[in-house]
């Protein structure tokens, strides 16, 4: 039997990559409902040949839905997607609202599916963060054979990780930077311009002198990778790129590397795309990688002075990969392994 499904943020960004995703892998549901803010209420979205009338947050009724997908905002799901829980829905959610909750699990299906098994206790599935989800997945190939012990992060992240009026700002920063090099641009969804800059500071800054986007990378990768121990520190840079985040991964291993089988394990790896090759082919860029839907590693080396270390360059469609496919590969999974309609009474 098909699910009942609700979109909570619909209209976004990444509400709306859901829907072509639906389109492209076919996901089948018996209803659809889009659910955004109450200034979105009563307009329509077309899909499949239908019109679709969104609803409001504040007033949906979650009873009946056996998945909603929340992709509001971290103070929209932690106001509402416990709620939708309670009412019987299971809860698949992009925010950071629970990512690090017991018992909520935190889940890339291509690194820790064994997570799907089961009904979660919170009734509600954790999606990792954008920048999290390519990094865990690039290492997992490699880390059985060489032992993964110590990760570095330097992030380039597009503008679209801020949604529909980040992407905005930028193009219209940029418009305006190219008209008149002097004229003053806003910045109310960067912290500074970004058009024709960077901006290393993505989310709130915490007393440690970390941002929070940081912060999650760290203590994400070592939920996902059901290693408490693992050193990991990361830098996290906007850059004005429209969408696809890229980063530079470094990585220390307890055993040696050899670049022919780093290769060969990359390429291996599901839903991973291995560039290795003269010039441009070495690596993969925003604007030019081919099938969004995969993880993109280029750049692979074994460092020159530590033959225990290497360096990843990874781009990924962050509102895809890192936000509404995985999620829709958690449904997926969720579907196929019967878990909807082994519902906990109490949910
Ligand atoms: P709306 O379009 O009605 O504001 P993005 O990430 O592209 O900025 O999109 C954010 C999404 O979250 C949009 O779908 C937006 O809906 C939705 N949203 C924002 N605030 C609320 C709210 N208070 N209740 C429900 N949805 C919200």
């Known amino acids: 039997t098909q699910p009942v499904v609700a979109i909570v943020g619909a209209t976004g960004a990444v509400g709306t990559t859901f829907l072509e995703l639906f389109e492209e892998r076919s996901f089948q549901f018996k209803e659809l409902h889009l659910v955004a803010s109450p200034r ?3 307009k329509t979205i077309q899909f499949r040949g239908k019109s679709y009338e969104i609803k409001n947050l504040e007033t949906f009724d979650f009873t009946g839905i056996d998945i909603a997908f929340f992709s509001a905002g971290t103070s929209i799901s932690k106001k509402s997607a416990r709620r939708a829980a ?26 820790n599916r064994h997570q799907l098994q089961n009904w979660p206790t919170s009734g509600i599935y954790a999606n990792p963060n954008c920048a999290t989800i390519p990094v865990v997945r690039a290492l997992k190939p490699l880390d059985p054979v060489f032992g ?16 529909l009026t980040g992407i905005e700002e930028l193009r219209e920063g940029t418009r305006q930077l190219i008209a008149d090099e002097k004229s003053v641009v806003k910045a109310e969804r960067f912290q500074v311009p970004l ?49 696809c985040h890229s980063e530079a991964v470094y990585f220390e291993c307890e055993r040696p590397l050899e670049l022919e089988r780093m290769l060969e394990l990359l390429r291996g790896g599901e839903e991973l795309q291995v560039y290795y090759g003269p010039g441009a082919e070495n690596y ?16 692979i080396r074994v460092d020159a002075t530590n033959k225990n270390a290497g360096w990843l ?3 990924s469609d962050n509102l895809r990969v890192g936000a509404a496919l995985n999620a829709l590969q958690i449904a997926e999974e969720v579907i196929a392994n019967g878990l909807l309609a082994r519902k906990p009474l109490a949910a």
Not at 202 to 220: N, S
């Open 86 to 111: 309670q009412q019987g829905a299971l809860v698949i959610d992009n925010t950071n609202a629970f990512r690090m909750d017991a018992d909520t699990p935190l889940v890339v299906p291509q690194v």
């Open 40 to 42: 979105s209420a009563g």
């Open 313 to 315: 360059w990874i781009v």
């Open 284 to 299: 993969p860029t925003p604007r030019t990688v081919r099938n969004q839907n995969d993880v993109h590693v280029g750049r």
């Open 195 to 243: 058009a024709f800059n960077l901006v290393p500071n993505i989310d709130a800054m915490q007393e440690t002198g970390f941002t929070l986007e940081e912060q999650k990378m760290i203590q994400e990768s070592r939920k996902i990778m059901e290693r408490p121990d693992l050193y990991v520190s990361s830098t996290a840079v906007r850059v004005p790129v429209i969408n």
């Open 148 to 163: 993964v012990k110590k990760v570095i992060i330097s992030t380039y992240q597009a503008a679209s990780g801020q949604g």
